[in-house]
């Protein structure tokens, strides 16, 4: 919301709005936060600084307000948090929190702390064990909310491969949010732990959909948050699947060396036999052939995995082919590319929608490895069938780009060959 030339937020207006709805001038305003602070509220500044607090939140010159007053007017009012302050906690936004109470972060479990002193003091020596366990219990976050949340993971899993990025990555982030200002809420030790475990897998997605959008800042900033939140959470597949993007997103960006560390960081962490340490060791050997490491990289295709299956948090045989034909293009083995690209693509022939990007590069893989075994009519006929494909992406294009140059250096006089690379647009926007 906007006031004159300057940014107001909405919650501002909202307390307003309520409060002046109850009949309430701001000194009742003060009370009731006073009253709805219970234990805690002799930790609120005395009334004449709270009533100027109320008139400063009131008229926007603050644009965030810190996670306690946010609880204090949310009871006092009887709203729910998303309903009052629309625009999320302070750390999503990115903006500069009120202070004038000290650090928000950690002054609410403080004063909930403080406040259950004095209830323990009075109690019987056996029943504050019983007390503690109580508290240990308290939640304001429902199981239907965070089965929502879960839901929400599982569907971008599944529809990653098939929707366009302008289509998930702005509900994407609105769930991270979501998730992100649950953990300001009070949870039990098992609720906190499974957030952490959400916000990594979400952070993963959102990092693969900056990825394919070509924002490779922003895919790196949510690759190490998601691993964060995962060894945070000592959360072993999260954690693989965050090392699993950040190499990709590394080894996109021309920075192999950093990318074999994370593929290996991922690989220590996976849980053997899962779906993570198949992919990474995938991603272990196309980054080594891409450092120029020799054919002894190169393993056998795993006997465990699936032939070809759904899914952004999966690994296959189609993948590992479609891997070892990149891999063995970038240690100058156009014959050997040839044959896992034929592989590779046989099987995404099964169901050809399950994964696009992926059957695209493959599709471009053998087009480059058809131009450098001197076969110009298959390399165009590859290159046209690859573009055709939807679901554009950073890696396609630069993948198209390393077609078109390989086509240029392979037949610098092709009239055919000047003709498709105008055709394909290699010198357009990235999407």
Not at 297 to 321: M, W, Y
Not at 352 to 367: E, H, K, Y
Not at 418 to 423: C, F, M, R, S, T
Request: aromatic share 6%; hydrophobic share 40%; charged share 25%.
């Amino acid at each position: 919301m906007v006031r004159g030339s300057a940014w107001f937020p909405e919650w501002a207006a909202l307390i307003r709005t309520q409060r002046k709805a109850r009949g309430w001038d701001v000194h009742t305003m003060a009370r009731q936060l006073r009253q709805a602070a219970g234990f805690e509220r002799d930790a609120l500044p005395d009334h004449d600084a709270l009533v100027r607090s109320i008139r400063r939140w009131e008229s926007g010159k603050i644009t965030v307000l810190s996670e306690r007053y946010r609880l204090l007017y949310c009871r006092a009012l009887s709203i729910d948090e998303p309903a009052l302050f629309p625009e999320g906690p302070a750390a999503i936004n990115g903006e500069e929190t009120d202070t004038e109470d000290g650090d928000p972060t950690n002054r609410r479990d403080a004063l909930r702390f403080a406040a259950l002193l004095p209830a323990l003091a009075s109690l019987p020596e056996d029943a504050e064990p019983r007390e503690f366990t109580r508290h240990s219990e308290e939640t304001d976050v429902g199981a239907a909310t965070l089965d929502q949340v879960r839901q929400a993971i599982a569907a971008y899993g599944t529809d990653y491969a098939t929707q366009p990025v302008s289509e998930l990555w702005e509900p994407a982030r609105q769930d991270r949010r979501r998730v992100a200002a649950l953990l300001q809420r009070r949870t039990t030790l098992r609720q906190r732990r499974d957030l952490y475990v959400d916000a990594a897998w979400l952070s993963t997605i959102l990092a693969w959909l900056a990825h394919d959008g070509g924002k490779q800042r922003t895919a790196l900033a949510y690759a190490h948050d998601a691993w964060r939140h995962a060894d945070e959470a000592e959360h072993a597949e999260t954690a693989a699947w965050a090392k699993d993007v950040e190499a990709t997103i590394l080894l996109y960006g021309n920075r192999p060396a950093e990318a074999l560390r994370a593929a290996r960081t991922g690989a220590a962490r996976a849980p053997a036999g899962g779906p993570a340490a198949a992919r990474l060791i995938s991603q272990t050997m196309r980054i080594s052939a891409r450092l120029g490491r020799g054919p002894g990289t190169l393993r056998s295709v795993p006997n465990h995995l699936p032939a070809h299956q759904a899914g952004l948090f999966s690994a296959d045989v189609a993948r590992f082919h479609s891997f070892a034909a990149t891999s063995y293009l970038w240690l100058g083995d156009p014959r050997s590319a040839e044959t896992h690209a034929k592989e590779a693509l046989d099987l995404y022939a099964s169901a050809p929608g399950i994964s696009p990007t992926r059957r695209t590069i493959t599709l471009l893989d053998l087009a480059i490895a058809k131009a450098q075994l001197r076969d110009l009519d298959g390399a165009l006929s590859l290159g046209a069938s690859a573009l055709q494909l939807s679901r554009p992406a950073s890696a396609v294009t630069d993948r198209s780009k390393d077609l078109g140059r390989v086509l240029g250096e392979s037949f610098p006089h092709s009239v055919q060959v000047k003709d498709w690379q105008a055709a394909s647009r290699l010198d357009g926007p990235r999407h």
